[in-house]
């Protein structure tokens, strides 16, 4: 049973425009959110996060907003620019030392130019 | 500069053989962790170590084992018993407890049983 769900595998956004890409979840222990983003052959990189006492935490271009009513997460990416063409992972933790992170599937961004 | 270094890049098995992947660090990372990726699917957990000479199971633990002799060096062995160990293998390691950041990733191990 997948706890973190990404359930769109794909997403098209012309340049400039704005990407939201969706996260949900089941385990109501999750208190922590992460969105990484990860190229071909390469390792996720970290991107931005958000404390489950917040329900919106901002970085520039990179907004996540987080509904724990709903179990649901989302980043927004504005304005969307070719480079931000990537796989995008949402992840989720309990709290404690340990903090292991449960991951989705990933979303395919392609912005388009 | 610091960071996590996953060797080799490309490997290529054949069936019946234990390969080795490794994987280290120079981050001072107390935790690390080993993850698999398979196309349409997440990062799913194989093993992580917290400290030196202490590992536990993640959710795909089977076929697989590992050793943590050094705080910088967490190596990941696939062995026969792993069915279907194509995949792109990911290292990870954390400061206690991953906060804010979560975990820094290695650039991967692509694994092809031939």
């Known amino acids: 049973d997948q706890q973190v769900k990404q359930n769109s595998p794909s997403l098209s956004v012309q340049e400039g425009r704005i990407s939201i890409l969706n996260c949900d979840y089941t385990n109501s222990m999750f208190d922590y959110f992460l969105w990484y983003k990860k190229y071909p052959a390469e390792g996720p990189t970290f991107l931005i996060s958000?404390?489950?006492?917040?329900d919106k935490n901002e970085d520039g271009r990179f907004t996540v907003f987080l509904n724990k009513s709903a179990k649901h997460l989302s980043l927004h990416i504005v304005p969307s620019q070719p480079g931000d063409s990537a796989v995008y992972f949402c992840a989720a933790s309990v709290g404690g030392s340990a903090r292991q992170l449960t991951f989705g599937s990933g979303t395919q961004l392609t912005v388009l130019p | 500069d610091g960071g996590i270094t996953q060797s080799p890049k490309y490997l290529f098995r054949k069936e019946g053989q234990n390969v080795t992947l490794s994987c280290e660090q120079n981050?001072?990372?107390?935790?690390m962790y080993w993850y698999r990726q398979d196309p349409g699917q997440g990062l799913r957990l194989i093993y992580y170590s917290q400290i030196v000479n202490d590992f536990q199971k993640g959710d795909i633990a089977e076929g697989y084992s590992v050793s943590r002799e050094k705080k910088e060096s967490f190596p990941l062995t696939v062995t026969s018993a792993q069915k279907n160990p194509t995949a792109f293998y990911l290292c990870?390691?954390?400061?206690?407890?991953?906060?804010?950041?979560?975990?820094?990733f290695g650039s991967g191990t692509r694994l092809t049983v031939v």
């Open positions: 990870a390691s954390s400061i206690m407890p991953a906060v804010n950041y979560g975990y820094t």
């Open positions: 981050l001072n990372h107390d935790a």
């Open positions: 958000i404390s489950s006492i917040k």
